[in-house]
Each structure stands twice: as C-alpha cells, then as structure tokens.
C-alpha cells in the first residue's frame, strides 16, 4: 500500500517546529515519502515576507539529508495563492497513492471547514493535526503530538535565532534583519 504525506504551509521561515512535525510524522506514519510544499502565498493572507523561491530554497537545505522527504515547488511555480485542493488532486494524479495523509497544525482547525472544497478535500485525505500542550484534536483526525515549544508569536517577540535549524539560521536570522522584520 503506497502511502504519502503532504505537508504545506507558508514556512516563513522555516523553524525547528516544521522540523519536529516532520520527524514526527516520518516516525509515526506509515508513508513511502514526505512532501513538503511551501506555498507562493497563504490563501488567507496577502503576502508573506521572505519572497517564495527564498523559502524554497531554506527547506530544501533543511530537508536535504532527509530521504524521504522532497520539496515541492508545484505551489509556488503558479504564483498565486493555491487552495489546497488543487495541490492534493495534483499529487493524487501523479503520484496514485494508495493513502493520502495531509498535515496540518492545529491552529488550522478553527478555519479548516472554511478552505476551499473542504467537504471534496475531507474525501481525499486523512488530516493528522501536528499539536503541542493540551489541545483537544477531534477523533476524524489523526494526532501527531509534538513537543516544541515555538509558535510564529515566539519567532516575532523572543530570540527566533534559537528556534531556525543550523543549516539555515544565519542566512535566515541575516535575511530579517536586512528587511527589519523578525521571523513570523
């Protein structure tokens, strides 16, 4: 049975989170491969800070000794903001896996029956919702605990340096200091 995970997000900037999420999911799912997939821009946001093709390349550094993981540019070569749906269909299509699992942290689950197609989405994947401390994940999901204290908030108001992995922290920390913005 082929299974893949996909796990999208802004990654602006990639963090020691994103790397524990994957991790996690690499032990604790059963998948052939990991697909990582920064987006051009969030559909609920307007733009980002570091341009798209800078992430891009900041995981593909992070992720590079990673075997079964990839990077993904499927998002960011239309540059737009791309539903979720349009990157799933996709990657079934391509690819034909057997199982589909779709990571998504659980700050997404306030808004997540508000995505685009959600209903078509829910059909296609298995959401597994990447959280820490005590949230409560509703039984359709499959919980991936994990156990990083950082959140975009800590990134904007404490050290961020801390929190970006090695390969990338001093190109990253250098990037936000130059555009006078602090990691979100």
């Not at 990077?71 to 589909?100: C, F, G, N, W």
């Not at 401390?133 to 499959?142: F, G, H, M």
């Amino acid at each position: 049975m082929k299974s893949i995970a996909l796990f999208g997000g802004s990654f602006d900037p990639p963090h020691n989170g994103h790397v524990a999420v994957v991790k996690a999911a690499l032990e604790r799912l059963c998948v052939e491969r990991l697909i990582i997939v920064p987006a051009y821009v969030n559909p609920f946001k307007t733009a980002g800070v570091a341009p798209a093709p800078l992430r891009l390349k900041w995981l593909q550094e992070i992720f590079q000794a990673y075997d079964k993981v990839t990077i993904s540019d499927i998002e960011i070569t239309q540059k737009r903001a791309v539903p979720s749906i349009e990157t799933v269909t996709y990657v079934q299509h391509q690819e034909q896996p057997d199982r589909l699992f779709f990571i998504i942290g659980a700050d997404n689950l306030a808004t997540l029956t508000q995505w685009h197609r959600y209903t078509e989405l829910e059909k296609m994947v298995t959401f597994v919702v990447a959280h820490r401390d005590n949230v409560t994940i509703p039984p359709q999901y499959v919980d991936l605990h994990v156990n990083v204290p950082i959140s975009s908030t800590t990134l904007r108001t404490g050290d961020a340096e801390t929190f970006i992995p090695e390969p990338v922290r001093d190109a990253i920390t250098s990037y936000y200091k130059d555009t006078n913005e602090k990691p979100s």
